[in-house]
């Protein structure tokens, strides 16, 4: 089945970018998610990028897909002490996701 | 904005016990989803339902576990006999349909399940 991969961990301070990555195995998803889990809070949808597109930019979001090295990445630009959190990528299958194991992004003032 | 919401929040039992998680998906999606987060571990998916009958479920999901969606709003997982191994964050998701971005699922707040 699907193994998806990311870093558990990443410190920044305020104001520059995060870039938290993922990797996965199985190339056949057609969508690939980021949710974002704050403390006590369920999965809140960030973004997500369509697997024929290599760039996808939303505000303060960009999302990468290198598809030949199944690595999906989202940077977070001008990082604020609100986006710490923990990171989810998810990758959809016939009818499901597919997750990571999170990454926590702690932002420091 | 919909949300999904799940009740209760947080579910104390006893081993061996019944546990009915509740969920109230959003009001015109028609597929629901269970996942479970175990602490530290990824979120698994655990069963899809749609049309009062699951669509896919995960090994996870065995004759334990049940869903039902009793009325026109809600949505619940039950397990019969609780084990220490089901203590776990178990969220609720729907979707409008299946497999298309504009009917991305949206995950409720979680039940925090914890068997003693």
């Known amino acids: 089945g699907e193994d998806v991969e990311q870093s558990l961990f990443l410190s920044v301070r305020e104001g520059d970018s995060s870039v938290i990555n993922c990797t996965y195995t199985?190339?056949?998803?057609?969508?690939l998610y980021w949710y974002k889990q704050e403390p006590g809070a369920g999965l809140q949808l960030l973004t997500y990028?369509?697997?024929?597109?290599d760039m996808k930019q939303d505000q303060r979001l960009t999302v990468l897909l290198n598809k030949k090295d199944k690595h999906l990445s989202l940077r977070i630009a001008d990082t604020q002490t609100g986006d710490s959190a923990i990171y989810f990528c998810?990758?959809?299958?016939?009818?499901?996701?597919?997750f990571g194991k999170g990454t926590m992004l702690l932002v420091s003032p | 904005e919909p949300e999904v919401t799940q009740t209760p929040s947080h579910q104390v039992t006893q081993m061996g016990q019944e546990v009915i998680l509740r969920c109230v998906p959003i009001?015109?999606?028609?597929?629901f989803y269970w996942y479970r987060q175990i602490l530290g571990q990824k979120v698994e998916f655990l069963v899809s339902?749609?049309?009062?009958?699951?669509?896919?479920k995960s090994e996870i999901f065995d004759d334990q576990f049940s869903v039902e969606r009793p009325d026109g709003s809600n949505f619940t997982l039950k397990i019969r006999s609780t084990k220490l191994e089901d203590s776990a964050m178990y969220f609720c998701?729907?979707?409008?349909?299946?497999?298309?971005?504009?009917?991305?699922?949206?995950f409720g707040p979680g039940t925090r399940l914890t068997v003693l």
């Open positions: 998701a729907s979707s409008a349909s299946s497999g298309r971005v504009a009917d991305t699922q949206y």
């Open positions: 199985d190339s056949s998803s057609t969508y």
């Open positions: 990028i369509f697997s024929n597109m």
């Open positions: 998810a990758l959809h299958g016939y009818s499901t996701l597919t």
């Open positions: 009001s015109n999606h028609l597929y």
């Open positions: 339902f749609y049309n009062n009958e699951i669509s896919e």
